[in-house]
């Protein structure tokens, strides 16, 4: 079964400074794995989507890889803001269970101005 | 892209009764799914809520706890019932949207069992 783990669990940095939080998975047989946003309270927003294909994603201030036979994903927030606060979740779709995602735990990120 | 609502957003039930939510896509969607946060955790998959016939459910989820319907391809409603205090959570209507591989969330249903 597909185990996703989000390290660090917790993370606090000034602003300013850039955020890299981490992904890892056991089954390499992914077919996509999709980072989300969750504030407090709230539903999740979607950041990127990466396809198993690709080896990252960049949306402005956002960048996603994507390496699959180390099973790792890193997303990188440049130039991080107050309102980058959040908790952020990787999830992975693996090929024998289409549609369906398994997520790690997340990462509580703030950042203080 | 597409918007999920989710009704109720929150609700304080009694233990012993049931509520169902209730989750509406603007566009059409292929897959539509129901997830489950407890407080501090992850979310977890439920079922997957299949148009027209019962739904999929995942290890430790059954259809009396958790009866979901899809009448059609954008609405579909999750029940939980015979809530207990173990039941808190929030819930989670989820889908994919046609043509793509995103997943998209709705805002989710923050239930209390006292």
């Known amino acids: 079964k597909q185990e996703v783990t989000q390290i660090p669990a917790a993370l606090s940095v000034p602003e300013g400074e850039n955020l890299v939080l981490n992904c890892s998975f056991t089954?390499?047989?992914?077919?996509?794995l999709q980072w989300f946003r969750q504030d407090p309270g709230k539903g999740l927003t979607s950041l990127l989507l990466?396809?198993?294909?690709?080896r990252e994603q960049t949306s402005g201030r956002l960048n996603a890889s994507l390496d699959k036979s180390s099973g790792r994903s890193t997303l990188y927030i440049a130039a991080s803001q107050p309102g980058d606060s959040a908790t952020y979740l990787c999830a992975v779709m693996t090929t024998d269970s289409w549609g369906k995602f398994q997520f790690g735990a997340g990462t509580q990120v703030v950042v203080t101005p | 892209s597409a918007v999920i609502s989710q009704k109720p957003s929150r609700d304080i039930c009694q233990r012993g009764t049931s509520l169902t939510i209730q989750c509406q896509v603007d566009s059409q969607v292929t897959m539509m799914f129901w997830y489950r946060q407890q407080p501090g955790q992850s979310l977890t998959l439920i079922a997957t809520?299949?148009?027209?016939?019962?739904?999929?459910?995942e290890s430790g989820f059954v259809i009396d706890k958790f009866p979901i319907s899809r009448p059609n391809l954008t609405f579909s409603t999750l029940t939980v019932s015979n809530m207990s205090p173990e039941d808190s959570s929030i819930y989670l209507c989820s889908a994919l949207a046609a043509g793509t591989d995103t997943q998209y969330f709705g805002p989710g249903t923050r239930l209390t069992v006292l």
């Open positions: 809520a299949n148009q027209g016939s019962e739904a999929t459910y």
């Open positions: 990466i396809q198993s294909s690709q």
């Open positions: 089954d390499s047989a992914i077919y996509n």
